[in-house]
């Protein structure tokens, strides 16, 4: 398998951690997202919306979308699941993953920041104001779904590493990039300092990879 | 089951389709969005991000988040089949549907173009120019996709209707809000045009809802 990836790329991170818990070693080719290779042509045939993280089966089938290749990794290779059994239960895990992954984080991606400063010469704390502000809209979501259930447990899910989890590790540490502090959202706070210490988790965080800064 | 919905949502489109598929009639809710009715007490505990759709079982669990309510829906009712059985089928299906409900839709919807104008001042044009901006960008992308494989068929993944089809259905209703036109991108109209042509569909789309315009 090949993975394309860059240090900060919170979509990729959730497949770095799916691939380490599932014990997959693929190859890693940076995409420098600052430097735009993201758009270049060799890319871009890749994955038409420009954007990581892509994976390429042994086959040469080209995998994109972040949940898409976690639901894949899964189906593929089925130990340790990622989804309980119980569809409610599903329900509510890739619930959990979507506030994260289509609520919240396609809103902060490059392109997407790039646009605000570009079209509406929105200057850097405004666009930092931006990213905090739609981190703090749903991990106040979270804190409430998570905090009100019976269903969570010691991850989001009950005793399981799930998806959801997968998720929650990359809004902890985009929260971080947008000076948003998990403080005031306890159970989201507990279950990311939970999920850091399985080393799957701890070795795919952005910080961790070639490339990156010391701090963000 | 209980369906929160709006007319214009896309996103309770996609899961008005699925149900119209599985022959299910919900009892059906409406939630005003252009009066603000997601955010108020009464339908913020029943999904605190506050936002529709939302699903309400018989036995009173709460589903919410589109492209996990219509995993549900195909698992707890598997006919017809709204994925494929291969995985690497079943991908591709899921990362077209995310191209869709978590690269675009989340950037266009009320809280978002509220937020632009409120914080940032940018006028109607300006939010017009945004959503029509993000639509071309995943059309494009979709039209690449989707004229590139002989995957494609009759639908998105073969002569099967899948989530990829009920989440293109939302796109060109998207499109169609944003003044994005559908012709530069064949494929993608061609599809849509097919899928018009099934009941579960048509019967879904906004503007048959109650409360809808004539037009938009």
Chains 1, 2 share one sequence.
Not at 117 to 138: C, F, M, Q, R, T
Not at 177 to 205: C, G, N, Q, S
Request: net charge neutral; hydrophobic share 45%.
């Amino acid at each position: 398998m090949k993975l394309f990836s860059f240090w900060r790329s919170l979509a990729t991170y959730r497949v770095r951690i799916a691939l380490n818990l599932k014990g997959i070693t693929p190859e890693v080719f940076e995409v420098n997202l600052p430097q735009g290779k993201q758009r270049e042509a060799d890319f871009a045939k890749i994955n038409p919306m420009m954007a990581i993280p892509a994976l390429i089966e042994d086959d040469g089938t080209v995998l994109f979308e972040s949940l898409a290749i976690l639901e894949y990794l899964d189906e593929t290779h089925p130990n340790p699941p990622l989804l309980p059994k119980a569809p409610k239960a599903r329900a509510r895990v890739r619930a959990i993953a979507q506030i994260i992954a289509a609520d919240t984080h396609p809103l902060i991606v490059p392109r997407v920041r790039e646009f605000l400063a570009h079209e509406y010469k929105i200057d850097e704390p405004g666009v930092l104001k931006w990213g905090n502000h739609w981190h703090n809209v749903s991990l106040k979501a979270l804190e409430t779904v998570l905090a009100g259930s019976r269903e969570t447990g010691r991850y989001c899910q009950g005793d399981q590493v799930t998806i959801a989890d997968i998720c929650l590790a990359g809004q902890a540490a985009g929260a971080s990039y947008f000076k948003a502090d998990l403080a005031p959202f306890p159970t989201v706070k507990r279950i990311v300092d939970e999920v850091m210490k399985i080393d799957a988790f701890a070795r795919a965080h952005p910080l961790k990879q070639p490339g990156a800064p010391a701090t963000v």
